[in-house]
């Protein structure tokens, strides 16, 4: 599967962004979909992850209540709306697909991967 990434940008301190993830193929509703985060010097990390309906979701405790996964498998689209952005959130963000579910994976065994977009927040 081939993922296009988009909707990476500054923003100020408080605002939101929505990025998205257009996956190829169809086989799109056969994989897991998630978001992790690599910020300079540090590890990739976790940030959300999604089942292959959509039914459940899942996201690190630092973004909890501010970010939302979603995904239209008709569209084959997963989307990440982060709301109430913090500077500790600025990171290259990539999105990630994988037959098995990636919230309980080390991003080394992640199968697919997009290219990451770029997110600076401001203070």
């Known amino acids: 599967v081939q993922l296009q990434v988009s909707g990476g940008g500054l923003v100020q301190a408080g605002g939101s962004l929505r990025l998205s993830c257009a996956a190829s193929g169809r086989t799109f509703t056969t994989y897991y979909m998630g978001w992790f985060r690599q910020a300079p010097g540090k590890e990739r990390e976790f940030v959300a992850s999604i089942s292959r309906s959509g039914g459940s979701s899942y996201y690190a405790d630092s973004v909890k209540g501010r970010f939302t996964i979603s995904r239209d498998n008709a569209k084959t689209t997963v989307y990440l709306q982060m709301n109430t952005l913090k500077p500790e959130d600025t990171a290259v963000y990539y999105c990630?697909?994988?037959?098995?579910?990636?919230?309980?994976?080390?991003?080394?065994?992640?199968?697919?991967w997009g290219k990451g977009t770029l997110v600076t927040v401001s203070s």
């Open positions: 990630a697909a994988d037959p098995a579910p990636l919230s309980t994976q080390a991003y080394y065994h992640v199968d697919y």
